[in-house]
């Protein structure tokens, strides 16, 4: 500050103001690059709030376009991990190394929870899935192989390690197929499983079926040959039989005896001309036939067609056969008893050891749909809209700022020159093409000039 007076006397101070430099503009070279940017960018801002509110209301429209889908989920409880049949799951699903059989042991439900999903994820249960629902028709495809990846695509299968629950996600466009496919895998796993089962069990069981049906057959066959064997020679039991015959033998021997006794007293009065005398020898007669007939002719082959049971004499022949026929038959009987009952006691333990699928939630009915995010998908089109127009306001820029005699600028404008010369040649393409090329071209000029204006 400077002192300035007249008067020397007088010393009062006046301030003298010194002149500041002026402020120099700044020249756009030596601006910030992105303050450049931004000024660019805020130049254009009709150009992109247009481009923004086209970006939006296209995404709405193609977000209430897109068909509605519907998810419908199954929840399945872990197998029992002590069963035989899971643990040999677990084992064959470890067989992948060391490290695998450590995890394998560790886990244990886990790995045969695994199991199921590979059994879920088979082309056998999904070419049963797409002949029960007809798929082939819902999809529209006609390879079997697209048809399972379209229905794999659909279909979410998982396990949560955690907890070991299995959770099978089946999305479709129909609420209730979705609920209808769900529930469908969990009934296809459980036939699968019983199928695919190869416990020690389930072989014992196969074994005894099979061995049933041919004990069976045996048996019937034993019994038809004793059966026809009785009938034809009329032998029901010989040993029996042949008791009740010796039996019956001595007791018409005693009453022929005591006939032939009588007669002998009653020759001693009357005369053989005598009524009496005439009915003991009828007696006799006949008593000596029925023991003849019951204890046959010596050497006579057993032929018993035409009586009613076989003489005492044929009874130890026909008594081998009988016994051998008779043998077999119990035999078989035994054997099919004894199968019947180890086949019975199988069965309890296969079902023991099947692992079964116990449902912990069953699919229900969707209410909401899963699919379209409208909201997501609007606001995602908008943010690619607004994207999209700030790379093409930056990049425009920095395409004008390529010098127009680099050959790289001159190539890409002489292909660019070429694809709307072809395009004009079309009718419908060739208006629509220049009259976005002219806007393109009009838009340039536009954002270039508002530049150099503020420069």
């Not at 005439?278 to 035409?306: H, R």
Request: hydrophobic share 40%; net charge positive; glycine share 6%.
């Amino acid at each position: 500050m400077r002192w300035k007076t007249d008067n020397p006397a007088e010393l009062s101070p006046m301030p003298v103001v010194e002149e500041e430099p002026a402020i120099k503009d700044v020249a756009p070279e030596t601006a910030s690059p992105h303050m450049a940017k931004l000024r660019l960018l805020w130049d254009a801002r009709r150009f992109l709030f247009r481009l923004v509110i086209f970006g939006c209301i296209c995404s709405a429209l193609i977000a209430l376009l897109l068909p509605k889908r519907y998810e419908a989920t199954a929840r399945l409880m872990p197998p029992d991990s002590s069963s035989d049949s899971m643990a040999m799951l677990a084992a064959v699903a470890d067989k992948a190394g060391a490290l695998g059989s450590l995890a394998g042991g560790l886990l244990g439900a886990k790995s045969s929870s695994d199991v199921l999903v590979g059994i879920l994820s088979s082309n056998t249960l999904r070419d049963r899935l797409i002949s029960r629902y007809d798929l082939k028709k819902v999809y529209g495809l006609s390879y079997q192989e697209d048809i399972r990846e379209r229905l794999g695509n659909n279909s979410a299968i998982g396990v949560e390690r955690k907890s070991g629950i299995l959770t099978i996600t089946v999305s479709d466009r129909d609420p209730q197929r979705a609920q209808a496919m769900a529930n469908s895998y969990v009934e296809e796993l459980n036939t699968l499983t019983t199928q695919l089962s190869t416990s020690a069990a389930h072989r014992e069981r196969t074994f005894l079926d099979d061995r049933l049906q041919e004990v069976s057959k045996d048996l019937e066959q034993a019994e038809k040959e004793l059966s026809q064997f009785s009938s034809k020679n009329a032998t029901l039991n010989p040993q029996e039989q042949g008791k009740a015959m010796v039996e019956a033998a001595a007791s018409l021997q005693g009453r022929l005896i005591a006939a032939q006794a009588q007669l002998e007293g009653v020759r001693s009065i009357y005369t053989d001309g005598s009524a009496r005398v005439k009915a003991l020898k009828a007696e006799i007669a006949s008593l000596q036939e029925e023991v003849q007939k019951m204890g046959g002719k010596s050497g006579a082959q057993p032929d018993s067609e035409g009586q009613l049971y076989p003489s005492i004499r044929q009874l130890p022949l026909l008594g081998v056969t009988w016994a051998d026929l008779y043998r077999r038959a119990r035999i078989e009987e035994a054997v099919f008893e004894v199968l019947t009952k180890q086949d019975e006691l199988a069965k309890v333990q296969e079902a023991k050891e099947i692992p079964s699928v116990k449902v912990l939630d069953r699919g229900e009915l969707p209410q909401k749909k899963s699919f379209p995010p409208r909201t997501l998908i609007t606001l995602f089109g908008t943010f690619f809209a607004f994207a999209f127009g700030v790379l093409w306001v930056l990049g425009n820029a920095r395409w004008e700022a390529v010098d127009p005699r680099h050959p790289g600028k001159i190539l890409a404008s002489e292909i660019w020159n070429t694809c709307v010369a072809r395009l004009n040649k079309i009718p419908v393409l060739g208006r629509a093409s220049g009259q976005g090329a002219a806007h393109v071209v009009f838009r340039k000029g536009t954002i270039q000039g508002k530049r150099n204006e503020h420069e």
